[in-house]
């Protein structure tokens, strides 16, 4: 019943009875007031004179509520603010009982309307609270599942959060943790402060669901420190900035596209489905190529949970590799961390490397990925991807490395452009090495376009809708699969665990993502809206540019339709044929004589012999002359 009126009744039917519960605050008030008051003996006589009053008051003191809009008050939004406005009701309707009373007989002392002012106040605030906490735990949340949020940080971006959440009907918070002693037994804005060693024991007897960093100003390395020990308790984390910097000065804050990345994604994210590997790496010596990219940086970090025994970071980069070292030594505590500088083209540096840190794994992320870059520069994207493919994977059987796994992209999938065929190509060294090797397991991981890698779409529309557009689509048609980096890291090291050899491993990624809705998506959720036809009127255009040299509309995943089963029912194994040995041979060896004499047109002749092509190709192309 109380469930129905609550959800039944309008606002103005609400705020009506707000202002008949304050009225009968009124008599109740006054009669408290004339029994505190020990000059003044309470009789029928009295009470029956004094209805006039009451009346007058009554009228009056509505008046008066309207004014300050204390019907308007939310119950749920009842606070400080609120008292304040109810106290200073209590205080005109002492005033004007006072002034009123000047005019009846019998006449009350003053000091009464003193009490009745405080009394007011007291009865008034009280059946507001009491009332919301009735409604709120009785009515509105009877029986339903709220998550339980432990907030790590009890200064003043955890108590602003805390008063946010409670008047949320999904989230509750439970519980505070803080590093300061000061804090800690204390309690703050109503709950409890632990110490960060009592986490653990919190979270089982709290069933704590997630827990929220709320601590803005302390060093990134120090929260990802945090996060990291607290989601090896199985436990959610998320971090938050603060409110001034959510509300951002200036001009607006960079996020300027809070889409749910599960929209983004055109399906459920899977970081949460897919299975621990901790098993295959622990205590393992493990080399990463490319360290300090999206993917293989990512490599690093999930790899710290398993325990390896020691983790070589490969990179030609400087900076990456700097930036990645640097966050692993914050990161890893006492994990054993070899930084090195260096090529994977570069067979003596990398036969160095196997040898001397006896590697069991290689992570194989290193490529060159940008597809307009590799278009313009063939001869150097093939060096990279192809023939440092074959250098680390020739190093990798001869010195017996366990697992090697290739990171490979769907561009690989009868590609249209130089790009996709270094990577189709390195697929079929990779591919050709595990018929040959007795010691090695030779597999590859094929994935879609990783949100927020570096030169993928998001950032570039997120740039764009941030100075106000145009937003560019080179057509109208495009479609691509996306994933996040820590499915596509997730993967990889699934894919070393599930390998046997020659295996070409797929992640399920549902339906292919409309570039074009995703782009009106990111502009919509900025707040602003789309210029077309339609709307001339609009913020933001989609500008189309037309395909890029060597650009599909529609990304595949396969190259045969056949595909396995692996132990996990979202990640695919592939059947796909492969070169023969001798056909292998003669690729590598055109292919080197061309790179070696920086001949663009013969490296391409050894792509169009070797790699099949895209059948849309050719319509790819009339369209980009349209």
């Known amino acids: 019943m109380f469930y129905y009126l609550a959800t039944t009744l309008t606002r103005l039917q609400k705020r009506a009875i707000f202002v008949i519960l304050d009225i009968l605050m009124i008599p109740l008030a006054l009669f408290a007031a004339l029994l505190l008051n020990g000059s003044t003996e309470v009789q029928l006589s009295l009470l029956t004179n004094l209805v006039p009053l009451m009346g007058a008051m009554a009228v009056l003191g509505t008046g008066v509520s309207i004014y300050l809009s204390i019907p308007r008050i939310k119950l749920n939004a009842y606070e400080t603010r609120g008292i304040i406005r109810t106290a200073l009701h209590g205080t005109a309707l002492g005033i004007i009982g006072a002034v009123v009373n000047m005019l009846f007989t019998p006449s009350i002392p003053g000091e009464v309307f003193f009490i009745f002012s405080l009394f007011y106040l007291v009865a008034s605030a009280s059946w507001r609270i009491a009332l919301r906490q009735f409604l709120l735990n009785y009515v509105y949340r009877k029986g339903q599942r709220r998550m339980r949020v432990l907030v790590y940080g009890a200064g003043r971006t955890g108590q602003q959060l805390v008063a ?20 800690q037994t204390n309690v703050v804005a109503g709950l409890q402060v632990h110490a960060p060693s009592q986490i653990k024991e919190l979270i089982t007897r709290l069933a704590i669901d997630r827990v929220v960093l709320a601590m803005p100003s302390l060093p990134q390395a120090r929260q990802s420190r945090i996060a990291l020990d607290l989601r090896e308790l199985g436990c959610e984390v998320h971090a938050l900035p603060s409110f001034a910097e959510l509300v951002g000065q200036g001009e607006m804050s960079k996020q300027v596209t809070p889409v749910s990345l599960d929209d983004l994604l055109g399906r459920n994210r899977l970081e949460t489905e897919l299975p621990g590997v901790s098993h295959a790496y622990s205590d393992r010596r493990i080399l990463i190529t490319g360290a300090g990219g999206s993917i293989g940086s990512e490599l690093c970090r999930q790899l710290i949970a398993c325990r390896p025994h020691c983790i070589v970071l490969l990179d030609h980069s400087e900076l990456a590799l700097y930036n990645i070292e640097k966050e692993m030594r914050d990161l890893a505590g006492d994990l054993t961390l ?52 074959k250098v680390i994977a020739d190093a990798a059987r001869d010195v017996g490395v366990e697992r090697f796994i290739l990171v490979s992209s769907d561009k690989a999938v009868r590609p249209t452009n130089v790009m996709g065929a270094s990577k189709r190509l390195a697929e079929l060294v990779v591919q050709d090495l595990a018929t040959r090797s007795a010691n090695t397991r030779f597999s590859m991981v094929r994935f879609g376009n990783v949100l927020g890698s570096s030169g993928s779409v998001i950032p570039l529309f997120e740039e764009q809708i941030g100075r106000g557009g145009p937003v560019t689509l080179t057509h109208g048609s495009v479609t691509r699969y996306f994933m996040t980096i820590a499915e596509a890291a997730r993967l990889v090291l699934l894919a070393g665990s599930f390998a046997r050899g020659g295996d070409v491993f797929v992640l399920d990624m549902g339906d292919p993502v409309p570039i074009h809705k995703l782009a009106r998506q990111m502009i919509e959720g900025a707040g602003h809206t789309v210029r077309d036809a339609a709307h001339p009127d609009g913020e933001i255009e989609i500008m189309i540019t037309g395909l890029r040299p060597g650009e ?73 002359i349209s």
């Not at 090195?340 to 069991?360: A, E, N, P, W």
């Not at 490296?603 to 190709?617: G, L, N, P, T, Y």
Request: net charge negative; glycine share 2%.
């Open 338 to 389: 070899v930084p090195v500088l260096g090529s994977i083209c570069d067979d003596d540096t990398v036969r160095q490397v196997l040898t001397k840190y006896k590697i069991d794994v290689v992570l194989h992320a290193a490529a060159y990925k940008h597809l307009p870059l590799v278009e313009c520069n063939a001869i150097a994207g093939l060096r990279n991807n192809v023939i440092g493919t």
């Open 164 to 183: 946010a959440l409670r008047t949320d009907d999904a989230i509750l918070p439970v519980v505070f943790v803080d590093d300061n002693p000061t804090l």
């Open 552 to 624: 599909k509309l529609h990304e595949e995943l396969l190259i045969s339709p056949d595909m396995l089963t692996t132990p996990h029912n979202k990640i695919l194994r592939a059947q796909e044929s492969y070169l023969s040995e001798i056909e292998m041979a003669n690729a590598m060896k055109d292919l080197r004589r061309a790179i070696d004499s920086l001949d663009e047109d013969a490296a391409k002749a050894v792509i169009a012999r070797w790699v099949e092509r895209s059948a849309d190709e050719d319509r790819i192309e009339d369209a980009q």
